[in-house]
């Protein structure tokens, strides 16, 4: 009788609402999920994920300086769109793209942004992922890091808020 209530009750819940920290998971997909089962091993992921890095809310609002280095599909997109009216640094990138074969970026399934004192936060889960895409994703500086989105795996990548404007991007810094 016990349990299931147990279970009834956590049925009821978003992933968001299972962790200890619900205000700042809110704004994210994986949140808003309702599971019969919950991945609990996510669950506690997540809440050491916030605890770790002292995270203080998502980071939606995160400056274009930052979404340059942790969203690749920027870099992407701007070399394309400047390759009608070029400018040099989109022509590097452009260049770099053609030279490589590189069509389009890895793909940054589930893609969530955070923010702690210290840090801005991107963080990806994707089902699939190439050994080519896994080496770009290494190269545009992302780490592996623990499972935060079930049956996928998660790549972090942290740009401290005390570099400013700096390029942390390993291929891209000269490029852009």
Not at 35 to 52: A, H, K, T
Not at 61 to 79: G, R, T
Not at 120 to 136: C, K, N, Q, R
Not at 141 to 161: D, N, R, S, V
Request: hydrophobic share 30%; charged share 25%.
């Amino acid at each position: 009788m016990e349990v299931a209530s147990t279970i009834e009750i956590v049925s009821t819940k978003s992933n968001g609402e299972l962790t200890k920290y619900p205000n700042i998971f809110e704004g994210q997909y994986w949140s808003r999920g309702l599971f019969n089962d919950p991945d609990f091993e996510i669950i506690d992921n997540r809440n050491n994920f916030v605890e770790e890095f002292n995270i203080t809310k998502d980071g939606y609002n995160v400056p274009e300086y930052v979404m340059h280095q942790i969203h690749p599909q920027y870099l992407f997109d701007k070399a394309f769109k400047n390759y009608i009216h070029p400018n040099t640094k989109a022509l590097q990138i452009r260049k770099y793209f053609d030279d490589n074969n590189i069509t389009s970026k890895f793909h940054m399934d589930h893609i969530e942004y955070y923010e702690s004192n210290d840090y801005w936060i991107g963080i990806f889960s994707p089902y699939v992922m190439t050994e080519e895409d896994d080496l770009s994703a290494i190269n545009f500086g992302y780490e592996h890091y623990k499972t935060l989105y079930g049956g996928a795996k998660t790549y972090i990548k942290k740009i401290p808020k005390s570099i400013k404007y700096k390029d942390t991007n390993k291929i891209f810094k000269k490029l852009y």
